[in-house]
């Protein structure tokens, strides 16, 4: 049987656990995100050039 310690342990173990994957899964949008907004920037300066060039 386990004592009151070792599952107030448990739990904060898996507290922290849960921390842990949330903070990377908060990291992984975030830095979609970006990738998104990078690759709407890239677009945009490539259209402003092919326009320059047209002219």
Do not use: N, Y
Request: overall charge positive; aromatic content about 2%; proline content about 0%.
């Amino acid at each position: 049987m386990l004592t009151a310690l070792e599952i107030v342990a448990r739990e904060e173990g898996a507290f922290r656990r849960a921390q842990a994957e949330a903070a990377s899964v908060s990291t992984a949008l975030r830095l979609a995100r970006r990738e998104e907004r990078l690759q709407a920037q890239r677009g945009r300066l490539g259209d402003r050039v092919h326009r320059a060039i047209i002219r």
